[in-house]
């Protein structure tokens, strides 16, 4: 399958295909707008223009106040009638020289109705459409039903001029001349329309809807037909809400990337990270685009659009010409709308929700970019990602590495058959991800988790009690509930250790059931569960802000393991890239116009913009001098966080003796380990099955088990040999399976961060005192010359490769913002 094109459907019928409980509770939900315009939509929109009501001939009050001469509303261009829908329209009237009776009694001024500066109905076509038993109105009256199932405003003519009847203006591949077309468009004849003749004048009329000004002349909200983003929002939100036409928006879409890729927020649902909000604009976008808060449509149409088109096949570079072709609207409005286009287009690659991830450079870059020089100390997944996506743009790149390799914390050990990632290897989440947007824009494989994890007690062994893993398990849950209430009724910080031991006690007093040692054990199996995630004794763990990034949307979906490890991204990262390793940079000097990198090699770097991928623990070290001195905020924001630090132990088996714990699927991603006692609660706490199975070459089967060791635990790696550590983890397999005789393992690989003295730490956590402020504070760029990325900057998504990954699409759409603005 070739995956440069949107995949096509069968075209389905124009009628609603939703139950009667989605049209319900579709019409519950109200349109999520800015609180000025929080209200139903006003189809029938004038810009500033005044409403008039009119008395027609027959009696009957029409709502449509733009009738009459256009000339006092602005209309100076033309008030030619746009439709020509029968032999009594104006055009033909003053073409033919014929008198007509209401033209005369009119004082000779022909009535119109406006539609737009340069878009007109004459009084007779209005009539076609509007008076009872003609054929225009037999055509409306069928319009209007199929309008109404999609749309809760009452349709109007004026809508319906819009909507069916003005024509499109497509622009000539070969002369770049606007044309007027009648018949139906789709993409492909936008993409390959060439005029009959171009050495043809183009329309006057069309500098009109060139002005940016023009939209303020519209009577109604022009709306897209057949946008791509009907494919994700048909089921959820009303089409004219989100900028789309109720009759004309058929889904022929289909996704390329639906099992990893939604990128809208559907409503009555749990929000997950990276989802937009199709009827709403963020923050940014109305700082962005302050023009559009009175009236958002015209931009939610734009970005929901190209939004749609990159996420329904995210393997190719979305092109603006490509976005401009599915742009398809009827009347000078699409002129417009492409100018404007571009605008939004650009907007969305800085903040790099369009085209990101690792597709080939192309020769034209999107955007003009003033030459520069960009430096990047560090290699690890956040610089790489700069540096590559920065290029893509156009811009020229160095990265100093420190080490001699490549990657970071993103290392693989491939010595027992099987890639163990020495760091980061897990993927919390796969929904929305970026980085498996990256994964499979590369092909590399990655193995969803089951959610299945049976406990095995290393006390008594085999797998606990199910009666006592659910009190267990329900104690953990209300203790953290008392956690997050007291939170609310105090400022005061204390550890986490302090306030979890104090709400512990109180619950355990108040049990009216016997307290067993199983439920102790079990308990403390949650507490070394969470020093993994903070990569710390929870002694040393804020108790106020140590989960503060769940306030965010996350990641949805499985989570996924690297089955192949990590080194396949980390080179089609850097591939490319001008890299220099074993550069060790001693000072970073931004007191100038531009910033000088010196090295202890004696090489000495200048550039306009340095970036720092670097890990905490290195700010903490202050192994880099800056001049000037880092801002007191900056210095602050790196104290108030903690260089967490978990190791890893990798054995290999002869025998996979633990595979009486596989399920009735055959499936068994990981074990739990119930410590002896609270000390030993960070030693080995999960167990993950590495194992290399298959059944036609059962000789290259490898049996692997890989843990960690956190807390208390983790000076274990450097007191203990590489040998006495394996076989320590060995001896507790043993406590867990003790009527197995545990074979002798064939290797193992035990991590020792810690003592790297590059890296030093795992991931960062919220040290007492701290807030997550400190992450946004060590993200900030100083005096747009210094820019800082590493899973230690992201305030929502830190202590993952998936943050440290977003940190640096982050500081690339940083520079280039920044760049734009000063060019």
């Not at 199709?278 to 700082?287: A, F, K, R, S």
Request: overall charge negative.
């Amino acid at each position: 399958m070739d995956k440069s094109e949107i995949e096509i459907k069968k075209e389905p019928s124009i009628e609603s295909n939703l139950s009667d409980e989605e049209c319900i509770a579709r019409n519950k939900r109200k349109r999520k707008v800015a609180s000025d315009t929080m209200r139903k939509i006003s189809s029938h929109t004038r810009g500033n223009l005044p409403e008039r009501k009119v008395l027609r001939k027959d009696g009957l009050e029409i709502d449509d106040g733009r009738e009459g001469s256009c000339d006092r509303f602005g209309c100076q261009v033309s008030n030619k009638c746009s439709l020509e829908l029968t032999e009594n329209c104006q055009n033909f009237i003053i073409n033919n020289n014929i008198k007509d009776e209401g033209t005369v009694k009119n004082g000779g001024n022909y009535k119109s109705y406006h539609i737009s500066k340069g878009e007109h109905s004459c009084i007779n076509c209005y009539d076609e459409i509007y008076r009872f038993g003609k054929k225009g109105e037999l055509k409306f009256r069928e319009w209007k039903k199929k309008y109404v199932k999609e749309s809760r405003c009452f349709p109007r003519v004026r809508m319906y001029i819009q909507d069916e009847l003005l024509p499109y203006w497509i622009k000539c591949i070969d002369c770049k001349k606007f044309r007027k077309v009648n018949e139906k468009v789709d993409n492909n004849l936008i993409s390959n329309f060439k005029c009959t003749n171009c050495e043809d004048d183009e329309d006057k009329i069309v500098n009109v809807a060139k002005d940016r000004e023009f939209i303020n002349s519209l009577s109604t909200v022009p709306l897209l037909h057949n946008s791509p983003a009907v494919f994700y929002l048909e089921a959820e939100y009303f089409y004219d809400e989100i900028g789309m036409s109720p009759v004309n928006s058929v889904n022929n879409f289909k996704s390329l990337s639906e099992k990893f890729m939604k990128p809208f927020n559907v409503p009555d649902s749990p929000t997950i990270a990276f989802c937009i909000k199709p009827d709403i604009m963020e923050n940014d976008e109305i700082g962005e685009f302050p023009e559009y808060t009175k009236e958002s449509l015209y931009y939610l149409a734009m970005r929901n659009l190209i939004v749609s088109l990159w996420s329904l096949n995210p393997y190719a570079y979305l092109t603006l010409e490509k976005c401009e072709s599915y742009l398809i609207v009827r009347g000078l409005s699409r002129i417009w709308y492409l100018f404007e286009l571009e605008r939004v287009y650009n907007y969305l690659n800085l903040k790099c929700i369009i085209n990101y991830g690792l597709l080939p450079i192309m020769e034209k870059n999107f955007l003009k970019i003033p030459k520069t020089k960009v430096i990047i100390i560090g290699s690890g997944i956040s610089g790489l990602t700069v540096a590559r996506q920065l290029r893509s743009f156009g811009v020229d790149v160095t990265i100093l590495e420190a080490k001699n390799i490549i990657g970071g914390r993103m290392q693989d050990d491939k010595s027992l058959g099987v890639a163990v990632g020495k760091g980061a290897q897990l993927i919390t989440g796969i929904l929305n991800n970026p980085l498996v947007v990256t994964l499979n824009q590369l092909g590399i494989l990655y193995k969803p988790l089951d959610d299945y994890c049976p406990l095995v007690d290393s006390v008594n062994g085999g797998v606990v009690d199910i009666l006592a893993d659910r009190i267990s398990d329900e104690h953990y849950s209300c203790l953290l509930d008392a956690i997050s209430d007291w939170k609310k009724t105090t400022k005061e910080d204390v550890s986490l250790d302090e306030i979890m031991s104090y709400v512990h006690g109180m619950l355990k007093k108040k049990c009216k059931m016997h307290w067993r040692k199983d439920f102790e054990r079990l308990v403390q199996w949650h507490i070394g569960n969470a020093e993994f995630s903070c990569g710390s004794r929870i002694e040393n763990v804020s108790a106020q802000h140590w989960d503060q990034n769940e306030a965010a949307p996350q990641f949805a979906g499985d989570h996924a393991l690297l089955t192949e490890g990590c080194e396949k991204l980390m080179e089609s990262l850097a591939e490319g890239s001008d890299i220099k390793l074993n550069e060790v940079v001693e000072e970073v000097d931004f007191s100038g116009e531009n910033v000088v990198v010196k090295c202890k090699s004696g090489l000495n770097l200048e550039g306009s913009k340095v970036v720092l991928a670097i890990p905490l623990a290195i700010y903490q070290k202050e192994l880099i001098k800056f001049t000037p001195k880092l801002p007191e905020t900056k210095i602050k924001a790196y104290q108030n966080l903690g260089a967490g630090l978990i190791e890893k132990v990798a054995v290999k088996f002869p025998t996979r003796f633990w595979s009486e714990l596989v399920n009735k699927d055959g499936k068994l991603d990981y074990f739990g380990c119930v410590p002896s006692s609270e000390k030993d609660r960070g030693l080995f706490n999960m167990f993950y099955d590495f194992s290399k199975i298959s059944e036609e070459k059962p000789d290259e089967n490898c049996y692997v088990l890989m843990s960690y060791v956190c807390g208390k635990s983790v000076k274990i790696v450097n007191e203990l040999s590489d040998e006495e550590v394996g076989k320590l983890f060995v001896k507790t397999l043993q406590c867990m399976f003790p009527d197995i005789d545990i074979p002798e393992p064939l290797g193992q690989i035990v991590t020792h961060w810690g003592v790297d003295k590059y890296i030093g730490m795992s991931y960062s956590y919220i040290k007492i005192n701290g807030t997550g402020d400190d992450y946004d504070n060590l993200a900030a760029n100083i005096d747009r010359k210094l820019y800082f990325a590493g899973e230690c900057t992201n305030r929502w998504f830190p202590q993952t490769m998936t943050g440290a990954f977003i940190t640096g699409l982050r500081e690339a759409g940083n520079i280039l913002e920044d760049l734009l603005k000063n060019f």
